[in-house]
Nanobody, 125 residues
Framework: QVRLVESGGGSVQPGGSLRLSCVVS????????INWFRQQDPGKDREVVS?????????DYSAFAKGRFTAARDDAKNTAYLQMNSLKPEDTAVYFC?????????????????WGQGTQVTVSS
């Protein structure tokens, strides 16, 4: 059974940091591209945060994430990470990871084979 399970969310003050994890089971992470998305309100579309390509090792970020967020992966542990620093109240959202096999990063893509259930991040003073 394929599963993506996010963790590491929580409440943090502005300027703080969190590291999200996405643990994959049911397949080997190697070769899979992992994107992080977020959804700020249930009625809003999910927006892409970052990409970590399983095809070529490249990463890419949306403009709001550049310089603050870092996507990483440990294929041996079947885990992808999103390190988030200098968090702002507008980063409050549910964060999801999604997987698609053997693609380069394309932040416009919305086709993914698997999705996690999300983890809540709240940034508030």
């Amino acid at each position: 059974q394929v599963r993506l399970v996010e963790s590491g969310g929580g409440s943090v003050q502005p300027g703080g940091s969190l590291r999200l994890s996405c643990v994959v089971s049911g397949f080997t992470l190697s070769g899979w591209t992992i994107n992080w998305f977020r959804q700020q309100d249930p009625g809003k579309d999910r927006e892409v945060v970052s990409c970590s390509s399983g095809k070529n090792g490249n990463t890419d970020y949306s403009a709001f994430a550049k310089g603050r967020f870092t996507a990483a992966r440990d294929d041996a542990k079947n885990t992808a990470y999103l390190q988030m620093n200098s968090l702002k109240p507008e980063d409050t959202a549910v964060y999801f990871c999604a997987a698609v096999y053997w693609t380069s990063c394309d932040l416009r893509s919305r086709y993914y084979d698997y999705w996690g259930q999300g983890t809540q991040v709240t940034v508030s003073s």
